[in-house]
């Protein structure tokens, strides 16, 4: 069935419909990874989100259930050039096509990606959607207008888990405030032994206090991070009387949490090949990320130069720049110097290396044994 896509600008591309039938609106982002499609669309970042999806064939090995990143899929949908149902590699339980369907997810093949994304990135992340060519393009534009914006999108309370969720573990407590945690996090935590208790978003600092935790985690999660004040004042509370370490949207919720700012970056970080540098060792990681938010440098820059350390006066004491994005030299991470704090803006769980990142977990779990 022929299918187009319709960006909030009026900018049309024809495709092929693939996926469930059916249409749908969100904020329209593209993904450079040249694999983990199902990673991706199951990851809860990506909720409120159609993902194009950069690399030219997907789905040609299949999905499974190992790579559930989440109990479902988030995005809204998906956009390739080309869409394959291949179920005959060793580790697939299923065709990626079969699967989209299956899981009610609007999906559309034969779209000129490469055009999009330049569109995307001379013109800004935007709102848009997959549509049935018998829909008219007026009325399409009608829905993808009647879409909200990203900007002051509270997602979080979408994909947090209505109750808390207790995972054993004879190592170190850590207590996530879960607006949207990737199992491969939770994975990754419980490989060092971690017991792990995950809390509904709204929870406040006096019940993340109340478990006793060696570590309070701030997870990864769509949307805004300005549209979580009520996250925000309850990671304050915390500050100073446990550790805290953030992923991610958690990295940019423990920021404003401090005193910094945010700001949304025009197309977003989405792929698995970001060099960052860690300015404590000289190391050069390549990065997973996913994030169409970043947090503003000291002097409200968006930007930072030279690969110094740079610091900030914030609410807790001092904050210092721990890891720069060399593409776009965005903040990638920081260190509180006068309470016990860390963050990353990137995914160190995804190793695209594949190990290269995997080690600041370990760099976490220190503050937890101090």
Same mark, same amino acid.
């Given at each position: 069935?022929?299918?187009?896509?319709?960006?909030?600008?009026?900018?049309?591309?024809? #495709?092929?419909? +693939?996926?469930?039938? /059916?249409?749908?609106?969100?904020?329209?982002?593209?993904?450079?990874?040249? $694999?983990?499609?199902?990673?991706?669309?199951? %990851?809860?970042?990506?909720?409120?989100?159609?993902? $194009?999806?950069?690399?030219?064939?997907?789905?040609?090995?299949?999905?499974?259930?190992?790579?559930?990143?989440?109990?479902?899929?988030?995005?809204?949908?998906?956009?390739? *050039?080309?869409?394959?149902?291949?179920?005959?590699?060793?580790?697939?339980?299923? #065709?990626? +096509?079969?699967?989209?369907?299956? !899981?009610?997810?609007?999906?559309?093949?034969?779209?000129?990606?490469?055009?999009?994304?330049? @569109?995307?990135?001379?013109? #800004?992340?935007? *709102?848009?959607?997959?549509?049935?060519?018998?829909?008219?393009? =007026?009325?399409?534009? /009608?829905?993808?207008?009647?879409?909200?914006?990203?900007?002051?999108?509270?997602?979080?309370?979408?994909?947090?888990?209505?109750?808390?969720?207790?995972?054993? &573990? %004879?190592?170190?407590?850590?207590?996530?405030?879960?607006?949207?945690?990737?199992?491969?996090?939770?994975?990754?935590?419980?490989?060092?032994?971690? *017991?792990? $208790?995950?809390?509904? !978003?709204?929870?406040?600092?006096?019940?993340?206090?109340?478990?006793?935790? %060696?570590?309070?985690?701030?997870?990864?999660?769509? &949307?805004?991070?300005?549209?979580? %004040?009520?996250?925000?004042?309850?990671?304050?509370?915390?500050?100073?009387?446990?550790?805290?370490? /953030?992923? !991610?949207? &958690?990295?940019?919720?423990?920021? *404003?949490?401090?005193?910094?700012?945010?700001?949304?970056?025009?197309?977003?970080?989405?792929?698995?090949? @970001?060099?960052?540098?860690?300015?404590?060792?000289?190391?050069?990681?390549?990065?997973?990320?996913? @994030?169409?938010?970043?947090?503003?440098?000291?002097?409200?820059?968006?930007?930072?130069?030279?690969?110094?350390?740079? =610091?900030?006066?914030?609410?807790? #004491?001092?904050?210092?720049?721990? @890891?720069?994005?060399?593409?776009?030299?965005?903040?990638?991470?920081?260190?509180?110097?006068?309470?016990?704090? !860390? $963050?990353?803006?990137?995914?160190?769980?995804?190793?695209?290396?594949?190990?290269?990142?995997?080690? +600041?977990?370990?760099?976490? +779990?220190?503050?937890?044994?101090?």
């Amino acid at each position: 069935m022929t299918g187009f896509v319709l960006l909030e600008d009026g900018t049309r591309f024809d #495709g092929e419909l +693939l996926g469930s039938n /059916g249409e749908v609106t969100g904020e329209v982002v593209f993904n450079t990874s040249m $694999t983990g499609y199902q990673e991706a669309v199951t %990851d809860p970042s990506y909720a409120g989100q159609v993902i $194009t999806f950069t690399y030219p064939l997907i789905g040609n090995y299949g999905v499974s259930a190992s790579a559930m990143e989440s109990d479902r899929v988030h995005a809204r949908g998906v956009i390739m *050039r080309e869409g394959k149902n291949g179920e005959d590699a060793a580790t697939a339980e299923g #065709g990626w +096509l079969d699967w989209l369907r299956d !899981c009610g997810v609007p999906a559309i093949g034969g779209v000129d990606t490469r055009a999009l994304v330049r @569109h995307i990135r001379d013109r #800004g992340a935007m *709102r848009g959607g997959i549509f049935p060519v018998e829909l008219s393009e =007026s009325e399409a534009e /009608g829905r993808v207008h009647a879409e909200p914006s990203m900007d002051g999108a509270d997602f979080a309370r979408t994909v947090t888990p209505d109750v808390p969720v207790e995972l054993e &573990g %004879d190592g170190p407590h850590v207590v996530g405030i879960d607006t949207g945690i990737k199992l491969s996090i939770v994975r990754q935590l419980r490989e060092r032994g971690c *017991r792990v $208790t995950l809390l509904p !978003c709204d929870s406040s600092a006096d019940e993340v206090l109340a478990r006793d935790p %060696d570590l309070v985690f701030l997870a990864n999660g769509p &949307g805004d991070p300005g549209a979580l %004040d009520y996250v925000v004042e309850n990671v304050r509370g915390v500050i100073g009387k446990a550790p805290v370490v /953030g992923i !991610c949207l &958690g990295h940019q919720l423990l920021c *404003r949490a401090v005193g910094l700012e945010t700001f949304k970056l025009p197309f977003g970080h989405r792929g698995a090949n @970001h060099p960052v540098k860690d300015l404590g060792s000289g190391r050069i990681d390549i990065t997973s990320q996913n @994030h169409g938010f970043a947090v503003l440098g000291p002097g409200g820059d968006r930007t930072i130069d030279g690969d110094e350390p740079v =610091s900030w006066q914030t609410d807790f #004491g001092d904050a210092e720049l721990s @890891h720069l994005n060399l593409y776009d030299r965005t903040v990638e991470g920081l260190v509180l110097k006068d309470v016990p704090g !860390c $963050t990353v803006q990137y995914h160190p769980e995804a190793g695209p290396g594949p190990h290269d990142a995997r080690y +600041l977990f370990d760099r976490f +779990l220190e503050l937890a044994h101090a």
